[in-house]
């Protein structure tokens, strides 16, 4: 779908967000011939540089970021010629009237703000921009996570935006949701019949939801130690796969038909209240080991992080959803840094048959068991008993039948936010959160963010490279359940 003529200005516009993500997504949407001759890229910064600097700035982005077989001469050119800059001081006063100059010659397209900057920036800019008139009606506003660090501070960030944007013009990033596979978790669910009569508490036994990263926390440090793997992962991406699973049908694949049925789900979420953190939560943190045959450092050893640290980079979760549809059947959510690979896994765990008809001295019957694979090897497999051939009797084993999207689509896999950048601008939200799903996901995670601070502990130990502390794999054990690790 071709998109409007548009002025996208992005405040923190030499950041690192813009250079890796924001510019490269935008270059394939115009490789891709889904740009407007007349949109226009406005950077904006503290940075005393000229356009020219900005450009051969954003030039080197592209070199790094896009792919070398992406990258062609009139693409590029046509590319940069969008780009504009301007010094301005986004707080204050000064140095807005050339931007405000550049976009008053065309009132009438669409105008997305995209606030690349840290949260308490949001309220001082939007207010700027109602202050300085710089606000149509098809004015829009991007935000990023963090959308706050507790309740109270998300709300407040909601009500600066809230103040000068109506909440339809504010387009809060989950990159999650721009990924390809997690709107494909969507087309399975409900763009096939098969799945859906089996997808409740009759069928299904357990769902596990694992994030795991190789990497450490780079050098974020300091951003990290304030954030730890409830506020930075669980809060936003893994509540957001986690609705997807359980949300149920909605009636449109539209933006308030979707956010509404998510939002069912995050308020059945059932709380786990600090005392019931010991038993529903395991956190870790990674001392020093080896990952993919390199050794590295503990969390403790990085840069930026206080010695008198208790942040966790790694957190498992019992969660349950109090409604028909999934009584009595735990979520087990699990996510980390320095485990052993990159990879983003649902499992539906089924229940299993109502009655063996085949001798259990033999076989090993298991239940059914579907993986859908986020990331990397994006795909599917759908876990099937089969008859193991030989004449030898009814001898069985599990088989993966796969769908591999590699093999099924020769196509390049885009960026997570090609989708969304073009979604803004097309004005369509249904990939992004609304306020109350992010407020209600918060109102989940305090209660387990104090239960936490009343217990005022050292997360437990794991040696970088491996799949977490101990008693993550008790948390399901306890429930003769097991972690699944496909590999
Ligand atoms: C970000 C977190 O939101 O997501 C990072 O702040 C994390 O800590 C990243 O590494 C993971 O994203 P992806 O797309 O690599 O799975």
Redesign the pocket.
Known sequence: IPVQPFDMVIFGGTGDLAMRKILPALYYRDKDKQMPVEGRIIGISRAKITQEDYIAQAKAALVEYVAAKDLDDDTEARFLQRLHYFTLDAKGDNGWQPLIDLLAARPQVVRAFYLSTPPKLFGPICQNLARKNLITESSRVVVE??IGTSLASAQKINEEIGAVFQENQIFRI???LG?ETVQNLMALRFANSLFEPLWNHQWIDHVQIS?A?A?G?GG?GE??DS?GALR??VQ??ILQLLCIVAMEPPVVFGADAVRDEKLKVLRALRAIGPREVRQKTVRGRYASGAVDGKSVIGYMEEEGVPQDSITETFVAIKAEVDNWRWSGVPFYLRTG?RMPE?R?EIVIQFKETPHLIFPKNVNQVRSNRLAIR??PKEGIRLYLMTKVPGPGGMRMRQVPLNLSFAEAFQDRFPL?YERLLMDVLRGNATLFMRRDEVETAWSWCEPILQGWAEMSEKPQSYNAGTWGPTSSIALVERDNRTWYEEG
Do not use: F, T
Request: hydrophobic share 20%.
């Open positions: 996570k963090p989950d990159h999650y990924k994030v990263e990497i926390i974020r951003y990290y954030s930075d992962m936003n991406h840094k990159r983003s986020l990331q997570g």
